[in-house]
């Protein structure tokens, strides 16, 4: 057989490390990918981390329309909502149509918080849905006297 003949002798050897090599240096730029990946991941989730404090620092709790459970019910509809292949657009939209202040949205973004993809809402919603629908958002919010855009 042709290919036993090419793996003998010296040049056999020579192959066989060749094939090794790569392997080898194969798997390792699939580690350090990997681990640049998650560092990556872990600094945003981090910066996302941070942008909740700051959001929940701004808010003025005599200007909230619902109550807490009612803001932890809305941020789990919309994390529902956002789905792996679609989305359910009619429940994100339901959603921000209901709140009426800038500290109604900034609650919402706090309560929902960093997700397990390490996403915070505003970042959610820009990943997930097209800038024709971001845009019926925000101007569903800018029409009711909030100021922040998603």
Known sequence: MWWAAL???????????LVYFSIIATVIIIIIVVVIKKQKAAKIAAANKAKIVNYEAEIAPEKLSFSDSEFENMA???DEAI?????DEATIYNVF??????S????LQAIFGVRSSGHDLFTAIHRNLNN???QKINTYLSQHNISIQV
């Open 7 to 17: 793996f003998s002798g010296k040049n056999g050897t020579m192959i066989r490390n």
């Open 76 to 78: 789990a509809a919309i």
């Open 83 to 87: 789905g792996t292949w679609t989305d």
């Open 97 to 102: 149509m209901k709140l009426k202040t800038n």
């Open 104 to 107: 109604d949205l900034l609650k």
């Open 132 to 134: 024709d629908e971001i």
